[in-house]
Each structure stands twice: as C-alpha cells, then as structure tokens.
C-alpha cells in the first residue's frame, strides 16, 4: 500500500507571508497532483509533476517534484486571503503490470491565510 | 460544459434506508470512481469503473454498490444506510486511472 503524508496538518499564517507545505512517501510515483479544495465544492487540479526535480510554477505557487520521485512541495510567496483552502497531493503509481487502483491521495493541508 | 454533476448536494437518511447518489460526467471519460470524505481521513476510493460495464473494488467498498451501464453515469448505491456512512460522497472521472480528475462538488448525506 502506497501512502502519501502530507505535512503541516493545519496552517493559519497573515497575508504577505510565505510558507510551504510538503507531501512525502517512502513510495516512487510517476507523477504527482496538486488539487486545491474550497469549502462545498471538490479538489480542483492545480498542476501535475512528471519529471524528478521538475518545478513548475503558477503566478505565487511554486511545486517541485523530488528527484527520486518520492516527494513533492508546493511553496506559496506572499500568501492572500483567497490562497485558503485544502490542499491535496495524489500520487500516480508506478505499475510493474496493469491495475486501475488511480491515484494515492494525501489527507491534505488545510491553508488559512488571515487579512 | 457541465463537467461532472452530483446529485442531490444533501440528504439525511435514516439508519437502515436505502438510496442512490448520482454521478454524471459529459467529457466521454473512460476512468470514474467514488470517494468519501471525512475529517483526518482524507479522500478513500470506494469503487472505481474503468469503462461501462466494469466495476471494481476500492479502499472502502463495504455497504455500497455501483454499475457502469453507459459511460457518462455511474450512480453509487447506499443498501442499507449506517450512521456510519454520514460523510461527503464525492465522484471523479479521467480518462485514464492515474490522470488528473475532474471531481464533482460531492453529496453530504447524513444519516439518522
């Protein structure tokens, strides 16, 4: 069995400020997802990393992909009010032959950013 | 584009009624599963389907059931509702098992 640990739990910090949240496995994966989840609605796709050692960025959030394709960070610089939310990372396993099993979620970070 | 679309959002149950949540997606996505979640437990994948007329077992598949009859719907089946169960149901579809997925905006069911 595959597990995704993701850490801070919980995080509340004032806007302006920077931080990063990590999501860690003993486990290799192909590739690896970032969703966000807004109260009352699903996960929403953030970005997908394939590479080990890729970064990818999206305006203030910045993701890297470990270059043993165990782990992953997501880096937010001066955090707002409407970065709040719960963010998930999933793995993609790496099969040695066929399954559907999908994707290892983490249990998520849930992000409070404070005006 | 709709997406995927749940329904209902709510709905209390009392122990021991049954009922269907609905899932439908309109991206002709081969790959759709079932999810609950619940606090400190993150998301558990309950059935998954990886076309119409094939289903398969997740994580937590005990007191539900689901059928693939086309390959936009994949309704989930709560048999005989336990307190248990109280939790936000939510269903996804992509193209391939380990593809990004396209969630719906889930069904919080409470049960009585």
């Known amino acids: 069995t595959q597990l995704l640990e993701q850490s801070p739990q919980f995080l509340s910090i004032q806007e302006g400020e920077n931080l990063t949240v990590y999501c860690n496995s003993s486990?290799?994966?192909?590739?690896l997802q970032w969703y966000r989840q807004e109260p009352g609605e699903g996960p929403v796709l953030l970005v997908t990393v394939v590479t080990g050692g890729e970064v990818k960025k999206l305006k203030r959030l910045t993701f890297q992909f470990g270059d043993a394709r165990k782990d992953s960070s997501l880096h937010i610089t001066a955090a707002q009010p409407g970065d709040t939310g719960l963010y998930l990372c999933?793995?993609?396993?790496?099969?040695?032959?066929?399954?559907?099993?999908?994707?290892?979620f983490g249990k998520g970070t849930h992000l409070i950013i404070q005006p | 584009n709709a997406g995927v679309t749940q329904t209902p959002k709510f709905q209390v149950l009392k122990t021991g009624q049954s009922m269907t949540l609905q899932c439908a997606q309109d991206m002709n996505h081969e790959y759709m599963s079932w999810y609950r979640q619940d606090p400190g437990m993150g998301l558990r994948l309950i059935h998954y389907s990886v076309g119409a007329g094939i289903t398969d077992q997740g994580e937590v598949p005990n007191g539900y059931n689901v059928s693939r009859s086309t390959t936009e719907d994949f309704p989930l089946r709560l048999l005989s509702a336990a307190p248990s169960q109280t939790s936000v149901y939510f269903c996804a579809s992509s193209y391939l098992a380990d593809q990004p997925q396209h969630f719906g905006d889930g069904t919080r069911l409470s049960i009585l």
């Open positions: 999933a793995g993609a396993a790496v099969y040695s032959g066929g399954g559907a099993d999908g994707l290892t």
């Open positions: 486990s290799v994966f192909s590739s």
